[in-house]
Structures are given as C-alpha cells and as structure tokens.
C-alpha cells in the first residue's frame, strides 16, 4: 500500500487524528458512541478510573476503566455525515502506523456500541424501551460513495424493502446488520429494524412549512413491512452508516436505541434523563461479558 498523503490522512503536529483530535493510545478497543457530548460525562461517571478527556467541536472523549475493562466514550453529533468521519478515523487510530503513513500488518477490530435516542414506528413500543437493532437500512446515500459496503450490507433486506417502497421515490437506501455475537450478548427483548434517516423533519415524515416525501401511507406500510420475522421498530439518524462502515472495516457494531417518542401514539418521556441513565446503566453492566 502506497503511503497515505498528508491531504488524505490529516495527522496534528501533536500526533492527533484531525476531527476526534486522539492519539491512538487514547482509544480504548470498546467504543461506546452516543450522539450528544453532553451524554458523555453520564457514562464515564461510572468508570472506576478515568484515564483520558479531550474535546474537539461535537467530538467529546472518555477514556477509561470499568471493572478489568478498557472503554472510550464518543460524541458523534448527529447524522450519517459525521459517522463518516468518526468510523474512518476511529479505524485509522488502531490500524493505520501514523509514523509511517501505511496500514498495519496486523488490524485490529473494536466493539462499537451505539447509546442512542430514537423515535418508534410500533404502537407497542413506548417511551423508555429499549430496542436493539438487527439491522440498520439507511435511507441516505452514504453507502453509495464506498463500493466495498456491497459485500457487508444485507442484499435480500434491500430487495424486499425495494419490492415493498419501490413507488414511493425514495432516492437510495442500504442496509447492514448488527454483530451477531454483541446482538447475543447486549440486545434487547424488543429488537428489530432501524430506519436511518438524513434529517430529523422531512425525511422522517416530520412536516412544519414544507411537506414531506414520506407520507401517512408510507408509514402505514412500514408498520406492515416484515423481513425474515423482523420489523422495523424505530428512526433515526445514525445506525446504518454505523453498521455498514463497520463492517466493512472490520469492526463489530450495535446499536441500543431509547424510545423517546412514540410517532404512532405521539408520545413522549415523560423523564428523558432517567431514561438515558437506564439505557447507560443497561449496557455498562453487559459489556463485561464481551471478550478481549
């Protein structure tokens, strides 16, 4: 491999990677990602030890210790846009040598974990339920831009949905799944499919002063589509492009999402911190059992 220039690979002169702004001894092999910096802090207060925080823009990191196990928290801010950047540099921080500019001999694979916040499409799935995602179909065109993602992503998904929306003119969709191991060992009992959207208004059926492509029928249909006993559960802004990157770098992906509006019922928490320390608690006490 031709060594990586400094336009491509964007290295500090403090040895930082550009966006997250971490050394690669700074990063831990559990990543836990949360959308929010402010939802940092309410993870890594339950760490025994806090070894590393760093900020740079949206991108808030914790590194620390849980029990015998090494675990940096990440902000992402929203949308599939920054997953683009916190996926690749978090893969270029463990397997890419920045003194040489050239990718390791031996890569690494980090557990990537997803605590996020989202909206459900079922009427039984209420605010402060926690749904795992099986699979992440992305209705932006992220996927599109790496020609590698088709021998991650979830061919017979994309299929069935095409068959099912075909009318309905959406631009692009992919879809990717979960690690089967961490679907085994931090999944919820309510699981099923996620929609990811690019927007929080229009492409989530949301409108204000300008209508929306997705329609009341759209989400009707939605509700009714099933994919080998699946469902889609819930929407939100980051699960495919987590799922189909990951993958396709080598890395092992899940995404827990808190119900915090149920679109269906138009519901909402009715205690949104309480519920985000469940989600946290929930998967701190799981992560113990993954292996090294």
Do not use: C, W
């Amino acid at each position: 491999m031709p060594q990586l220039q400094a336009s491509e690979l964007i290295i500090t002169d403090e040895g930082r990677i550009y966006h997250l702004n971490l050394r690669p001894e700074e990063l831990a092999p559990i990543v836990i990602t949360v959308g929010d910096p402010g939802r940092v802090p309410m993870v890594s207060r339950y760490f025994d030890e806090l070894e590393y925080s760093g900020q740079k823009r949206e991108f808030l990191t914790h590194t620390g210790r849980l029990g015998k196990k090494r675990i940096s928290v990440i902000s992402t801010g929203i949308g599939t846009d920054n997953i683009d950047i916190v996926l690749n540099e978090l893969d270029a921080l463990v397997n890419i040598s920045f003194a040489e500019r050239q990718l390791k001999q031996e890569l690494r694979s980090l557990h990537i974990i997803r605590l996020g916040t989202s909206g459900s499409l079922q009427d039984e799935l209420a605010p402060d339920t926690i749904v795992a995602s099986t699979h992440g179909l992305g209705l932006d065109s992220l996927a599109a831009f790496y020609p590698a993602s088709r021998a991650v992503r979830d061919a017979a998904l994309e299929a069935a949905f095409l068959k099912e929306f075909e009318e309905t003119g959406l631009p692009y969709f992919y879809a990717a799944a979960a690690d089967e191991d961490l679907l085994r060992l931090l999944g919820s009992p309510a699981r099923g499919i996620t929609l990811t959207s690019p927007g929080f208004y229009a492409p989530q059926g949301r409108s204000l002063r300008a209508d929306s492509l997705l329609t009341a029928t759209f989400f009707e249909q939605v509700r009714e589509f099933e994919h080998r006993g699946l469902r889609i559960t819930n929407f939100e802004m980051e699960t495919s492009a987590i799922y189909t990157l990951a993958r396709m770098l080598g890395h092992k992906p899940l995404s827990l999402n808190l119900i915090l509006a149920n679109r269906r019922r138009g519901t909402f928490t009715k205690d949104y911190h309480g519920a985000i320390d469940a989600l946290i608690r929930y998967a701190l006490e799981r992560i113990e059992q993954i292996g090294e």
